[in-house]
């Protein structure tokens, strides 16, 4: 019996989920242009939710708090956008030693490491310099929405 990506976000490690997309590539029809991708993607995805949510400080990207993480949750913040909303909040939040732009007030908050999701969106181009500037290529968008949905088939 396969275990639910519901139950892996609740429990596992990064590398446990990791393991779990590689071995449901590696079970698909996946092309191995997909792989190359996809683990990445949620490796960078996943460096910064699941500090966030072992803090118990889970957010919507418009701040709002959220209890406990889901697969619905984490496909949120796979959205390229989101995930480069997510950079800006949480650098001005470990700049700030105080998590910011959420509805947490006061919330003991330890700084999270972004070089893993930083690395990630500069190698597609994700300006992380100015926030109000959202500019990257279109194409590297669609190549995330087909990526998103390759990754909601491998795992239920």
Same mark, same amino acid.
């Given at each position: 019996?396969?275990?639910?990506?519901?139950?892996? $976000?609740?429990?596992?490690?990064?590398?446990?989920?990791? @393991?779990?997309? @590689?071995?449901? +590539?590696?079970? #698909?029809?996946?092309?191995?242009?997909?792989?190359?991708? &996809? !683990?990445? /993607?949620?490796?960078?995805?996943? #460096?910064?939710?699941?500090?966030? *949510?072992?803090?118990?400080?889970?957010?919507?990207?418009?701040?709002?708090?959220?209890?406990?993480?889901?697969?619905?949750?984490?496909? *949120?913040?796979?959205? +390229?956008?989101? $995930? *480069?909303?997510?950079?800006? &909040?949480?650098?001005?939040?470990? @700049?700030?030693?105080? !998590?910011? *732009?959420?509805? /947490?007030?006061?919330?003991? /908050?330890?700084?999270?490491?972004?070089? &893993?999701?930083?690395? %990630?969106? =500069?190698? /597609?181009?994700?300006?992380?310099?100015?926030?109000? =500037? $959202?500019?990257?290529?279109?194409?590297? %968008? =669609?190549?995330?929405?087909?990526?998103?949905?390759?990754?909601?088939?491998? &795992?239920?």
């Amino acid at each position: 019996m396969s275990i639910s990506l519901d139950e892996l $976000l609740k429990t596992a490690s990064k590398e446990e989920i990791l @393991e779990e997309y @590689e071995k449901a +590539l590696d079970k #698909s029809e996946e092309e191995d242009f997909w792989k190359d991708k &996809i !683990l990445p /993607y949620v490796d960078a995805t996943l #460096s910064v939710l699941l500090p966030l *949510r072992d803090q118990n400080l889970l957010f919507t990207p418009e701040g709002r708090k959220v209890e406990q993480i889901d697969k619905d949750f984490f496909y *949120r913040w796979c959205d +390229l956008v989101c $995930l *480069r909303t997510m950079a800006f &909040i949480l650098e001005q939040s470990n @700049e700030n030693n105080s !998590l910011l *732009r959420t509805d /947490y007030k006061n919330a003991e /908050y330890k700084t999270i490491d972004l070089k &893993i999701l930083g690395e %990630y969106l =500069n190698s /597609y181009r994700v300006n992380l310099t100015d926030e109000d =500037n $959202l500019d990257f290529p279109v194409a590297n %968008y =669609n190549l995330h929405t087909g990526m998103l949905t390759t990754i909601k088939t491998l &795992i239920k």
